[in-house]
């Protein structure tokens, strides 16, 4: 039984039923029509440049009969001044060298002055012996495309305002989270630093150092879980707690137990924040200062000594604020002498990462770095830290606040000049 294929039953479809009639025309476009009215722009032009086709498509975009191009301009009249240059510098010379040139956007002169922009794939036809013959050039409307990219170039500027704003608002809210300065101490020196791990969010790291009466002064250092509004709304939360209940009752480790009440009775609207702080209680003697100070799960303080020695401060703690109820917390009072500094510091200091191996900064390699600045004032070690934490660059992911209390070295007394010779 012999077929009938498809071209000879008429161009069945895919249904199996044959085309009407004028669907069946459609499919039988001649190659002139297929060529003149194409979705895009024809051009074929000699070697020089000057135009010796187009099709009706690019007639229409530009508004230009064919008797005013063919034999008559050349390709690169149909450019703006600027597409010209480049046309001359790098589009025909690229072409002359590989035979063809894809995807360049230009922009095209209408009749009546208006530009539009355009995609240009040409290629060359050479003869057998690889002389060129003619430059065939294919031309796609960008107008579409070039609105879309100013689309997006005005919502990426406008992205980027939005983040300076937000970035703007986030600074802003920090800074009310941190004190504007710290007091001055009769006979201590202080000194603080904040890092902030992101310019995008709110981080909870918080310290202060406020009096509490003539010879009494209070501070506390601490670190909110995680970042964001809800954990600055809990930083809010805990600063104005710590110094209303340490006016009530200086105790560190009472003024922790108030603050711990004052979590566990707001953990859940809280989405389940706790937080690390010590808390203390400076007040001077003969030689220095004495610290009494109280710790809820935080780092331990460091000593760096005037005898060039630095050491981890054990403080009796407790475990993190607003986890558990009804938590007895204990303090220890560290002294303070000539030349001591003590530096109290939030974990994202010793839990930055660094090296090759990505290992953690960890509290050894923290001490050692402070033995090697003992003996130190406030501001010294404040500023070796901050080029410290510059240094672990992108290791350092988490906020990081740091205070320094140091006790000024006396200087020597001169001895008095003996009568009748005088001082040099």
Not at 154 to 163: I, P, S, W
Not at 326 to 352: K, M, W
Request: some cysteine.
């Amino acid at each position: 039984m012999s077929g009938t294929g498809p071209s000879e039953a008429g161009g069945l479809g895919e249904s199996g039923r044959r085309p009407n009639a004028h669907l069946a025309s459609l499919l039988e476009d001649s190659t002139e029509d297929l060529y003149e009215n194409a979705p895009c722009g024809y051009l074929s032009t000699f070697p020089d440049g000057q135009i010796a086709r187009v099709n009706a498509t690019l007639l229409s975009w530009l508004g230009f009969t064919r008797g005013e191009l063919v034999g008559r301009r050349y390709f690169s009249d149909l450019l703006t001044v600027g597409g010209r240059l480049y046309h001359e510098t790098h589009f025909a010379p690229l072409l002359a060298m590989q035979g063809e040139i894809g995807g360049v956007a230009l922009e095209l002169q209408a009749a009546d002055g208006s530009r539009l922009p355009v995609l240009v794939n040409s290629a060359v036809k050479t003869s057998a012996s690889g002389a060129p013959l003619l430059i065939r050039t294919t031309i796609v409307d960008a107008r579409d495309r070039r609105a879309y990219e100013r689309e997006l170039l005005r919502a990426r500027r406008e992205a980027d305002r939005e983040r300076e704003r937000l970035q703007l608002l986030v600074t802003t809210l920090q800074r009310t989270l941190l004190p504007p300065e710290l007091p001055d101490v009769p006979g201590l020196q202080t000194a603080a630093y904040y890092h902030a791990a992101s310019r995008d969010e709110v981080g909870g790291d918080f310290y202060d150092l406020f009096a509490l009466a003539r010879d009494r002064w209070g501070l506390f250092l601490g670190d909110v879980c995680g970042k964001g509004a809800a954990a600055a709304a809990v930083t809010s939360q805990i600063r104005y707690t710590l110094r209303a209940a340490a006016v009530y009752d200086p105790d560190p480790a009472t003024v922790l137990g108030t603050l711990n009440s004052a979590l566990r009775r707001d953990y859940e609207r809280n989405d389940g924040r706790f937080c690390t702080a010590a808390f203390g209680v400076l007040t001077p003697r003969t030689d220095g200062f004495d610290l009494r100070l109280a710790s809820g799960g935080h780092p331990a303080p460091l000593l760096l000594r005037a005898d060039g020695t630095a050491d981890y401060q054990e403080v009796g703690g407790g475990p993190f604020l607003g986890v558990i109820d009804d938590v007895t917390f204990t303090s220890t009072t560290i002294g303070l002498g000539a030349g001591d500094t003590l530096l109290l510091y939030t974990d994202g200091l010793t839990e930055a990462r660094t090296g090759k191996g990505r290992d953690r900064y960890g509290d050894l390699a923290l001490r050692a770095f402070a033995a090697g600045l003992a003996p130190a004032t406030a501001a010294g070690a404040i500023d070796a830290i901050t080029v410290l934490l510059e240094g672990l660059g992108g290791g350092l992911d988490d906020d990081v606040a740091v205070l320094a209390l140091s006790v000024p070295r006396r200087r020597p007394a001169r001895r008095p000049t003996p009568p009748g010779r005088r001082r040099r």
